[in-house]
T-cell receptor, first 113, second 116 residues
Framework: DQQVKQNSPSLSVQEGRISILNCDYT??????FLWYKKYPAEGPTFLIS?????DKNEDGRFTVFLNKSAKHLSLHIVPSQPGDSAVYFC????????????FGAGTILRVKS | NAGVMQNPRHLVRRRGQEARLRCSPM?????VYWYRQLPEEGLKFMVY????????ESGMPKERFSAEFPKEGPSILRIQQVVRGDSAAYFC??????????????FGPGTRLTVL
């Protein structure tokens, strides 16, 4: 039962443009959402998070949008840079289930220069 | 400020041997989580521990896998009698509180286990 889905296995974007990575979830109990970035042979690096009481959170070039009614969140990266090329994982947690994270399968982002 | 430390980074075992993976959380963090990533998949939760306590082991296989986080020293994930299907990347994460759903978890570099 895949509760967090990232339906795009990969995304290719030109340097300087916007990258939009999408994530859908099925469990309405989720109340905290995070995005992690991962390079090969390294651990996931925390990027940005959002609580379910908000619909937007911004940190520099990264903005996360949450649409609770659609059970959808997205990560916007503007402007995209070649160093952003990595695998991006969406993750969710619920207070009801303690602190464990449920991850999507990831989206490979390639930023072309 | 050292991040989450894991060792070894790479571990090769033959079928039937034991694998021990170690994790030292970030300074000031008392909550540790273990996740496993199989090839071409996302990370899957295994176990959540505080010092000397297992809080949630709902993601741990029922046999051969165990975890501990002693009062002193790192957290250990132990896999007995390894099989080829145990080959994966094992990631440890830590958080400062773990008592709410909004604590950010920070990950270590992972241990890549290969079972021959």
């Amino acid at each position: 039962d895949q509760q967090v889905k990232q339906n795009s296995p990969s995304l290719s974007v030109q340097e300087g443009r916007i990258s939009i990575l999408n994530c859908d979830y099925t469990n309405s109990m989720f109340d905290y959402f995070l995005w992690y970035k991962k390079y090969p042979a390294e651990g996931p690096t925390f990027l940005i998070s959002i609580s379910s009481i908000k619909d937007k959170n911004e940190d520099g070039r990264f903005t996360v949008f949450l649409n609770k009614s659609a059970k959808h969140l997205s990560l916007h990266i503007v402007p995209s840079q070649p160093g952003d090329s990595a695998v991006y994982f969406c993750a969710a947690s619920a207070r009801e289930y303690g602190n464990k994270l449920v991850f999507g399968a990831g989206t490979i982002l390639r930023v072309k220069s | 400020n050292a991040g989450v430390m894991q060792n070894p980074r790479h571990l090769v075992r033959r079928r039937g041997q034991e694998a021990r993976l170690r994790c030292s959380p970030m300074k000031g963090h008392s909550h540790v989580y273990w996740y496993r990533q199989l090839p071409e998949e996302g990370l899957k939760f295994m176990v959540y521990l505080q010092k000397e306590n297992i809080i949630d082991e709902s993601g741990m296989p029922k046999e051969r896998f165990s975890a501990e986080f002693p009062k002193e020293g790192p957290s250990i994930l132990r896999i007995q009698q390894v099989v080829r299907g145990d080959s994966a990347a094992y990631f440890c994460a830590s958080s400062p509180k773990g008592t709410s759903g909004t604590d950010t978890q920070y990950f270590g570099p992972g241990t890549r286990l290969t079972v021959l």
